[in-house]
């Protein structure tokens, strides 16, 4: 009896709450609330903010108070003050009972003969999408979401969420040709099998394979389109199975959950769960390291904010496999990765910021150097044998309130600086640099303009044999689900972007973006080799073999897409719907060189328009509504 008192005391030590309404549960990067904080930070009305998103909705409450006492200041406008009100009522909201207006139900009791209090919401939502992409041949898309969620707090310290969603969806593309993962003329160079030797492989490890590759969703835009069902996708029309695309209309589902816990006042935070994430100090959306864009997959992460200065964050997730076409039980044979990343962020008051981030992508298995968060995975790796895809980011962002923020980021994959660092495929990294200048014409305006370069087979990584999976080459690239979890262009690739958002009124978010998008041309007769997230680079002669070098532009076909979109967002006053969409155009052409594509040497280039790589100029609209909103 003593010792079942003395554990209900501690349970009730550790749960106890005088504060009801605070919540530790996460609120998604792809909220807009995340632009304003943005905002407000350029402009110096609140402290630095975290480069660990997403934030928990405590988080955020604290932000906002600290953001409206400046309200007497004259630093806030009337548009600005109620939308920060409205998001502080979203997120402190303690009705209890049914609330048709948010399509939300609320209820708290306490866990019985504890006394420590348990909350439940409850919330229902309807996503209705259509998407046109208008070409020489029209295509149209489509999603249909319903969603269900419920969270709670078991008193002040701990929050969960479990939700789920079941859609129809369909996103036409067509087949561009085919690509080779290393090059075509790939000829590997490992030794004989020896059955004598213990060393030696039944096959040969290095085996080049060709690839189908598709177009970018058509009725959307390019690399905007973000695959929400988890897995596969399931058709109506008597298809069975585990299918990869729904070319067609499909239904599919996707599920969300977290367990959270914060303690010493929000500053420990530690989760298990599965959610999106945005790691880096840069602006929203444009980490090189671990980006929104990226899916989802179910994790245990800590974040630890000691000092105002300091904060170190750790995650470790379970990837989810590829559905190449190949099935379930084949393509996900080879696709057990675990995914392990550690950032540490520095602060200098609100002017200077700093991240080191190093991340692992390694197959299955219990590797505690990895998990840890105080053992660097770049230098562990050499302990245990270099069976993995190691990367390191570097971010600095220099800050002066008011004025904007300047930034540039390095993301190493692979890199040798014995080696040219200008003309070689093994110097696999990509950059970026960019500014953001808040604008005082509109309510939370602002511009963005950035640079990012991602070198050829950069996020890519060789499949090769380990030692616990037999005779089966694993895959190892930077990817989740087939999607990237860095940045979100593919190898190869560069992007000029220039992005005006505004919220002119407190309801109606707008932006206005024009992007100039090169990529090398992973398909037909000038395919350019790693541009491609499954590209192998060829594990021989990377100094010297002339495949192996590289020459933006100058060395095969490359795609260049200009980009002018207009998008914006609604939601009615009084009314539980909100409608959003978006529209613009894409002017797509190709340049090539007059002679072979990997042949070592620069060459000049000029646009063409041949079957192959055809010039285009299509239109893209999508209009949406969404009852009631998490």
């Known amino acids: 009896m003593k010792l079942k008192v003395l554990f209900l005391t501690c349970l009730c030590l550790f749960f106890s709450s005088n504060v009801f309404s605070q919540t530790h549960s996460s609120v998604s990067p792809e909220d807009l609330v995340y632009y304003i904080l943005e905002q407000a930070e350029l402009r110096g009305l609140c402290s630095p ?18 953001i409206l006492s400046f ?89 969960w969420v479990f939700g789920g969603e079941g859609g129809l969806m369909k996103a036409p593309r067509k087949t561009l040709g085919d690509y080779w993962t290393y090059y075509e003329s790939f000829q590997p160079k490992d030794k004989k099998y020896d059955p004598l030797d213990t060393l030696s492989k039944p096959e040969d490890e290095f085996v080049n394979r060709k690839i189908k590759v598709y177009s970018e969703p058509l009725s959307h835009f390019p690399y905007t389109y973000k695959k929400r069902w988890d897995g596969s996708v399931f058709f109506f029309s008597g298809i069975t199975g585990f299918n990869s695309w729904p070319q067609d209309i499909g239904g599919g589902y996707n599920l969300s959950s977290e367990l959270t816990a914060s303690f010493l006042q929000n500053k420990l935070i530690a989760r298990l769960g599965r959610i999106s994430h945005e790691w880096g100090s840069t602006s929203l959306g444009s980490s090189l390291a671990f980006n929104k864009m990226a899916r989802p997959f179910i994790g245990i992460e800590a974040e630890f904010n000691p000092v105002p200065w300091l904060c170190i964050a750790s995650l470790t997730g379970f990837l989810e496999y590829h559905n190449n076409e190949n099935g379930i039980y084949e393509d996900s044979k080879t696709n057990q990765n675990l995914f392990s990343i550690t950032m540490l962020q520095f602060k200098y008051k609100n002017y200077l910021f700093f991240d080191f981030v190093d991340a692992v992508i390694y197959p299955k298995r219990f590797e505690l150097g990895y998990i840890s968060p105080v053992t660097n995975s770049f230098f562990y790796q050499n302990n245990v044998g270099k069976f993995d895809n190691m990367a390191i980011t570097l971010n600095l962002k220099a800050q002066y309130p008011g004025w904007g923020s300047v930034w540039f980021s390095l993301f190493v994959d692979e890199m040798n600086l014995t080696s040219d660092l ?7 990294f990509a950059w970026q640099t960019g500014i953001n200048v808040p604008l005082p014409l509109l309510s939370f305006s602002s511009v963005k303009l950035s640079y990012t370069k991602i070198n050829p087979y950069t996020y890519t990584h060789h499949r090769n044999f380990l030692p616990w999976y037999g005779d ?29 958002s505004a919220m002119p009124q407190t309801n109606l978010s707008a932006h206005f973006q024009y992007q100039m998008i090169r ?14 997230f499954l590209s192998e680079l060829d594990p021989n002669g990377r100094d010297t073999n002339p495949v ?17 979109k207009l998008s914006a967002e609604w939601k009615i006053p009084s009314l539980p719907i909100t409608l959003f969409g978006e529209t613009g155009t894409v002017i797509s052409y190709f340049t090539n060189t007059s002679k072979e594509a990997n042949d070592g040497i620069s060459h000049p280039y000029s646009i063409i328009d041949t079957p192959d790589y055809p010039k285009s100029l299509s239109f893209i609209i999508k209009i949406g509504v969404r009852l009631f909103q998490r």
């Open 49 to 66: 903010l975290p480069g660990i998103r997403p934030y928990t909705q405590n988080t955020i409450i604290e932000i906002i108070n600290e």
């Open 71 to 159: 309200e007497n200041s004259g630093k806030l406008n009337d548009i600005e003050y109620e939308v920060l009100q409205q998001y502080l009522d979203k997120y402190t909201n303690t009705k209890n009972g049914l609330d048709l207006l948010n399509g939300s139900f609320r209820g708290e009791t306490t866990i019985g003969g504890t006394g420590i209090p348990l909350t439940l919401n409850a919330m229902a939502s309807l996503d209705i999408e259509g998407s046109f992409g208008f070409y020489s041949d029209n295509y149209a898309g489509t999603e249909i979401w319903v969603s269900f969620f419920m969270n709670g707090d078991i008193g002040e310290n701990v929050s």
């Open 422 to 428: 200008f003309t070689l495929d093994r110097q696999m």
């Open 472 to 500: 089966l080459r694993m895959e190892k690239s930077y990817t989740n689900n087939g999607a990237g979890l860095g940045y979100y262009l593919p190898p190869n690739s560069d992007e000029l972007l220039v992005k005006f």
């Open 519 to 532: 990529h090398g041309a992973d398909f037909g007769p000038s395919a350019v080799d790693g541009s491609s």
């Open 548 to 564: 192996l070098k590289r020459f933006f532009l100058h060395d095969g076909a490359y795609q260049w897409s200009h980009i002018i």
